[in-house]
């Protein structure tokens, strides 16, 4: 089993940055990838971004341009989620995620909601306006 433990979400403005972490424990050596989900009220999860557990390759969604940067803490085991410029359309739940790696087919597959393994709980992200 991999236990996921999201923190960072709060109540911020529109055009203000947040850092969400994700810390991974348990049967690290299964994982092949970290990802963030996000689901807004009324909205499907949808995928963010996700990054491999070896090396560092990463695959976004569209959406996410240039305003959120995935990367992560190999020694502390910790994945984060940078995002800037928020909008309020950004509110939402934010899931941490991960599954064994599907090598190059990780991002296609993330980006159409499937082989997650693991999900952590979440954590609320409001942007306002």
């Known amino acids: 089993q991999v236990q996921l433990v999201e923190s960072g979400g709060g109540l911020v403005q529109a055009g203000d940055s947040l850092r969400l972490s994700c810390a991974v424990s348990?049967?690290?050596?299964?994982?092949?990838?970290v990802a963030w989900f996000r689901q807004a009220p009324g909205n499907e999860r949808e995928f963010v971004s996700a990054?491999?557990?070896?090396?560092?390759?990463?695959y976004d969604a569209e959406f996410v341009e240039d305003r959120f940067t995935i990367s992560k803490d190999s020694p502390a085991n910790t994945v984060y989620l940078q995002m800037r410029t928020l909008k309020p359309e950004d509110t939402a739940v934010y899931y941490c995620?991960?599954?064994?790696?599907?090598?190059?087919?990780?991002?296609?597959?993330?980006?159409?909601?499937?082989?997650?393994?693991?999900w952590g709980k979440g954590t609320q992200v409001t942007v306002s306006s």
């Open positions: 995620a991960a599954g064994r790696s599907y090598g190059s087919d990780t991002g296609k597959l993330l980006r159409a909601g499937v082989g997650v393994n693991y």
């Open positions: 348990g049967h690290t050596d299964s994982v092949g990838f």
């Open positions: 990054i491999t557990w070896i090396g560092a390759s990463t």
